[in-house]
């Protein structure tokens, strides 16, 4: 009987994560800021406790946003006589969310329309909400540390700009947690 983590896509390959194919270095929860880092980045850095670097081809994570999946949208709904004619979700001006540069990590914040009655310019509509996770690599190809992103993620219909936008909220008005694995192949 052989001992590791198992492995399975959906085509119903299988893998046995062992010593001999690859390491966990890193595991864990994660709690994620309210705020931004100072460089206008977000995201936790995890040390991979390595006194060099390593390349992207030999480590893999894993990343599952665990507690506290809030979102922040409104309901409205449009009634005539009693008879609902329509329901929507529309961005709420009272949250904070931000846009991303997906090249440079920097987020800066977008503010939602106030939903003014006649001013169709302040009906920001939501398309789709779900939380996000992922290694936020900026770039390098080479770590000594990984940078996890989690937060939740918005696609918007930004009705001023007229444009289809992505929009993201962060920890406690997001994820405020994460559970990962980071693996090391080859060690």
Not at 6 to 24: H, P, W
Not at 77 to 95: G, V, W
Not at 149 to 172: E, N, P, Q, R
């Amino acid at each position: 009987m052989s001992y590791g983590v198992r492995l399975t896509d959906i085509d119903g390959q299988k893998l046995e994560l062992t010593s001999k194919c690859a390491s966990i270095i890193a595991s864990g929860t994660a709690n994620l800021s309210n705020s931004l880092n100072a460089d206008d980045t977000y995201g936790v850095d995890i040390n991979l406790n390595s006194s060099s670097a390593i390349s992207e081809s030999n480590l893999g994570v894993i990343i599952n946003p665990s507690q506290d999946i809030v979102y922040s949208v409104l309901n409205r709904r449009f009634e005539y006589s009693s008879i609902l004619y329509a329901s929507s979700q529309y961005m709420n001006s009272a949250s904070t969310y931000y846009t991303r540069n997906d090249t440079t990590g920097v987020m800066t914040a977008w503010t939602a329309g106030n939903l003014t009655n006649g001013d169709r310019n302040t009906w920001d509509s939501v398309l789709a909400v779900f939380p996000i996770a992922f290694w936020d690599k900026l770039g390098a190809t080479s770590f000594t540390s990984i940078r996890l992103f989690s937060a939740m993620c918005y696609l918007v219909y930004d009705t001023s700009a007229s444009s289809k936008i992505i929009v993201y909220s962060i920890g406690s008005a997001g994820i405020s947690s994460i559970e990962y694995v980071i693996i090391q192949n080859g060690k």
